[in-house]
């Protein structure tokens, strides 16, 4: 199947500093990727969708300025979470579309475990 | 947006026996559905997926149904066995756009030697 990196896997940083997730497409171009975070022991909350060349979509209730979103080329999406606070801690994780054949499937990164202090 | 419901929260099952869980949707308009499977600490894997114009899939153990009218689908897993454990996620597209997937809350397998 299609491989989809994501780093770092794990982060901690202080309160008020920006942390960067890379999330990369190894053997397929991805035009579309998405981001998702999930608490301890609950579900994936989809956050936004990342279009390549173009601005991101966001869900109710994200916000834009908090989690920048960047996808620059057809295999690189990168989430910013800026001025990170502890209630931002929490496990972030992307998926992208392999659409190489008539069978669309989605295929998920390894996920980023965020720790803010 | 979609709404998915999914129960139970946990399952209890003895290795040979057959889990069953069951999520349901509600946008009328969703017509891919993915079956996930969560290990602790790590990425969700697609373990099945249906789309709306298939009304049951197939794969070894592991089965899913899907009733449109009723907005209704459900895993089966056969012949359980203990590396069957982990949280199992349904989810739903809205829309057209695959990849705007809706997640219901997951299920806790645990499958007893």
């Known amino acids: 199947g299609a491989v989809v990196s994501q780093h770092p896997s794990w982060v901690i940083c202080k309160s008020g500093t920006s942390v960067k997730i890379e999330c990369r497409s190894l053997?397929?171009?991805?035009?579309?990727m998405f981001w998702y975070r999930q608490f301890p022991k609950q579900s994936l909350m989809l956050m936004a969708t990342?279009?390549?060349?173009?601005?991101?979509?966001?869900e109710q209730g994200v916000e834009k300025d908090k989690f920048l979103i960047n996808h620059a080329s057809l295999t690189l999406s990168t989430l910013t979470v800026t001025s990170a606070h502890p209630e931002d801690s929490s496990f972030y994780i992307c998926?992208?579309?392999?659409?190489?054949?008539?069978?669309?499937?989605?295929?998920f990164g390894s996920g980023t475990q965020l720790s803010v202090l | 947006g979609e709404n998915v419901e999914q129960h139970p929260s946990t399952l209890s099952v003895q290795e040979g026996d057959s889990a069953v869980i069951k999520c349901t949707y509600s946008d009328s308009a969703s017509n891919y559905f993915p079956w996930y499977k969560q290990e602790l600490g790590k990425r969700p894997q697609l373990i099945i997926d249906i789309r709306s114009n298939v009304g049951e899939k197939k794969d070894q153990r592991i089965a899913v149904t899907l009733n449109k009218t009723a907005k209704h689908f459900s895993l089966h897993i056969t012949e359980t066995q203990p590396e069957d454990s982990a949280v199992y996620f349904c989810a739903a597209t809205s829309g057209s756009t695959l990849g705007r997937l809706y997640f219901g809350r997951g299920t806790q397998l645990t499958v007893w030697p």
């Open positions: 053997d397929f171009q991805a035009t579309t």
């Open positions: 990342s279009n390549e060349g173009s601005k991101a979509t966001y």
């Open positions: 998926s992208a579309r392999d659409n190489r054949n008539s069978r669309e499937k989605l295929f």
